[in-house]
């Protein structure tokens, strides 16, 4: 039980102290508008938007925050390991399918993670995320394979073991999930990258090296671009599963695996629906704010997350041609949720709502009802009606049954289900 705990408490933050969490101590800041070119002309339809602000945005984030992901192409190859049709008491057919980065025997590899919703009729749509253990602490099943891969409990120096089976179980009700007609699939974050600062040594990054080059450019991406690129692995696999229905993936994270999932949203647009949940500090919380966790703090604790150029905003978050709210624009016209839990004031819940207002215009260019409210909502009160969605629950940082409610109900609005 200890080192499930321990196991657990990795993905949980502490509210360190020596920051700021007192509302009335956060300085004055302006937001660069979403909707303004950098030279200073307006963004006057959506045509501009698409041709000319979003490339400069995404590129500003690639440039100065995560790196830019490289345009080579890997041929990926897949094995499935096994398939039993009558998974969670037969609810489910579940799928352990591995994928590797490349041609080479020795390559890489993460192992997905499937599930899908026995005796429906047609393509299910599909809940995808990451995970922070290994697949075996996602479920007690013992079918499910232990991850060879580094991680992040020191119990074992840095190996899964049996003992983390079903770990993370409450992050992953999968079957209230598979009840409601959604396929879940989940990899391994420590597959496609160790999160650790290992000189990008390990996971996929040497991949794409230059013959002689050892690490990344300043410009070049950071862990957080890792798994972001491997989540875009996952659904290029997706797309040729059959049964489930590749043009309605909702992508999903939690924590640092929530900022993953906006960059990867951000940059694939494949992915139908995004849902960032406890993301904070580069995730959906506005760096401006200097509310809990800072520029400098995250350059300094995971100093291999994001790109060599970010580093140049410690302390400087008002000199950033970008802020937080801007990511989640990227996502537009597409169904945006964030979420925020009451007790996490470290990932900054009302800086986090204030980076879904922002997006908010630019859904309104792209003739989409953005964000339906303007005030942070009461606790537990939701906000699902718009095309950018919003909570925030009681509670500590973490993923709960009340999250995935949530994100279903919004999911189902938006495939009409
Ligand atoms: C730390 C980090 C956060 C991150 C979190 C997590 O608390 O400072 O930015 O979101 O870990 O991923 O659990």
Redesign the pocket.
Known sequence: MIILLLLIGT???AQPPGFNYDEAKVPKYTLPDPLVMADGTPVKDETMWRKQRRPEILGLFAEQVYGHTPKTRLKLRTETLEIDKGSHGGLATRKQVRVWFGPAADAPFMDLLIYLPNGVKGRVPAFLGLNFGGNHTTQPDTEIRVTKSWVRSKVNNFQASEKDRGAEASLWPIDMILKRGYAVITAYYGDIEPDFDDGYKNGVQPLFYKPGQTRPEANEWGSLGEWAWGLSRALDVLEKEKAIDSSKVVLHGH???G?AALWAGAQDERFAIVISN??????AALARRRFG?TTAR?NT??PHWFDGNFKQYNDKEDSMPVDQHMLLALIAPRPLYVNSAVEDA??DPRGEFLGALGADPVYRLLGMPGLLVNEHPAVEKPSLDGTIGYHIRNGK?DVTSYDWTQWMNFADRHFKK
Do not use: M, P, Q, T
């Open positions: 993905a949980l933050s924590s640092r695996l900022k406890d993301s904070g500090e580069g995730g966790e995250i604790s995971f470290w990932a940082h």
